[in-house]
């Protein structure tokens, strides 16, 4: 009689242990709550904050189940959205996963240093101050970590710069607690799968550097739009090197000035009056490349420098709708600037 007693007994902390597990708290709740896993807590700590906010009923049921499927000791921190909705299993399949929630994160083609540390700001990531102690500050300061020592393809790059023109323009995924360097990382590891061996070949074939390369591609971003004007702007900007003549970019007088994006009329009236500064970013006081990169470019723009287009063009000019239009001759060009600049 006390066995059958103690057997009932078993089997109905059994069935409602069961009960517990399989069966939500509230199966057709649409709520959905943020649930924090903090780093070094266990099973039990987990449990009790998971029946606090009223995620399970029990929580040393919880316990007794992660243990069981052999869950508990791999529970991961972080943020993660989570239900009444959902049952045990799949909380802990969640947690065990480290299925947490992630923030995309789109840095644009041609966005500078100064835009991304904006954009940081502005969705609440990371402060401008901290962002650039660790990239490193438009033109004037260089990063405070050495990056090239992870990442090989920096070390043609000058010590006294920031990772301009590194930042590979993409769409990453950030977790609530990930740290700035870590984002930075990503996107120095994406620039380094980009850049495949096959162009690295091309650009040791050139006799050219990688950072001669990314400040070339950096250029070709902020002054054209499609490939093929970028491949001939390249062709047109390798060849004034190659002749000794300053490139006249004012993309990089856009750059000295912090107005990467103007606009048509800014470019034709501001830009233009700062041709004159005195600075190695400026390619109508100085021949050759400018002190380095103005802008993070894009794979097309990094193609573009890479294989530039022969042609016998040695001008162009830009449109107020974004055409380029090309000449062989400056009295063309001149012709140009006095069609499309009234």
Known sequence: MKKSLILIIVVIIVLIASWMVIL?????????????????????DIGLNLEKQGLIRWSPVF?????????????????????????????????????????KITIIEGWSLRDIASYFESKGLFGAVDFF????????GSSSKDFSA??????????NL???????????????????????????????????SELREEIEKQDRTIFEIVTMASILE????????????????WGK???????RSCATVAYILGKENWTFDEMRTEIASGTEIDSPYNT???????????????????????????????????????????????????????????
């Open 284 to 342: 109508y006081k100085y021949k050759g490349l400018p002190f380095g990169p103005i802008c993070n470019p894009g794979f097309e723009s990094i193609m573009a420098a890479v294989y530039p287009q022969d042609s016998d063009y040695w001008y162009y000019l830009s449109t107020r709708e974004g055409e380029t239009i090309f000449s062989k001759t400056l009295d063309e060009h001149n012709a140009a600037k006095e069609k499309y600049y009234k």
């Open 133 to 140: 102690g660790l990239v490193g500050s438009p033109i004037t």
């Open 162 to 196: 920031s990772l301009e023109g590194y930042l590979f323009p993409d769409t990453y995924e950030k977790t609530s607690k990930e740290s700035l360097e870590s984002v930075v990382e990503k996107m120095l590891i994406n620039f380094d799968k980009k850049l495949n």
């Open 24 to 44: 939500p708290v509230e199966q057709n709740s649409e709520k959905e709550v943020v649930f924090s896993v903090e780093k070094g807590q266990g099973s039990k």
């Open 241 to 247: 090197i190659e002749n000794g003549e300053p490139l």
């Open 63 to 103: 316990r007794v189940y992660v243990l069981t499927v052999g869950m508990a000791s791999y529970l991961k921190a972080g943020e993660y959205i989570l239900s009444p909705s959902m049952n045990m299993p799949q909380i802990a399949d969640k947690l065990f996963s480290g299925n947490v929630i992630k923030e």
């Open 150 to 159: 992870d990442f090989a393809f920096l070390k043609d790059r000058p010590e």
């Open 222 to 237: 902020k002054e054209v739009i499609t490939l093929e004007d970028k491949k001939i702007v390249s062709g047109i900007f």
